[in-house]
């Protein structure tokens, strides 16, 4: 993932973290007043916390994903270098050879 769409995943993240706070506030508000049954309160509440573990499990795969990412962009400069290195040495040897 590029940097844009990690932005773009936090901001999703974040505001959905805020849905879920103002959804459970409204549940318990409207518990506490009554209207609502309380079942229905015990799902609702049930799915939001579920939701809220999901999110949480993304976060961290986002996270194990960015390292493995930078992981691989390390190696991939790494091997690089060393190819850059490895077609100078052949470089030289050719003109050796040759001479």
Do not use: P, W
């Not at 901001?11 to 849905?19: C, K, L, P, V, Y």
């Not at 508000?29 to 993304?58: H, W």
């Not at 490895?86 to 050719?94: A, D, E, M, N």
Request: proline share 0%; aromatic share 6%.
């Amino acid at each position: 993932m590029n940097e844009l769409s990690m932005e773009a995943f936090e901001r999703r993240a974040t505001e959905a973290e805020d849905r879920l706070s103002l959804l459970e506030k409204k549940l318990a508000s409207k518990a506490s007043g009554g209207g609502v049954s309380e079942d229905m309160i015990c799902n609702l509440l049930a799915v939001l916390y579920e939701v809220r573990g999901t999110l949480g499990k993304e976060k961290n795969n986002q996270m194990l994903s960015e390292k493995k990412q930078k992981s691989l962009q390390k190696q991939v400069f790494e091997l690089r270098e060393e190819n850059s290195k490895l077609k100078y040495q052949i470089l030289h040897l050719k003109r050796n050879f040759r001479k």
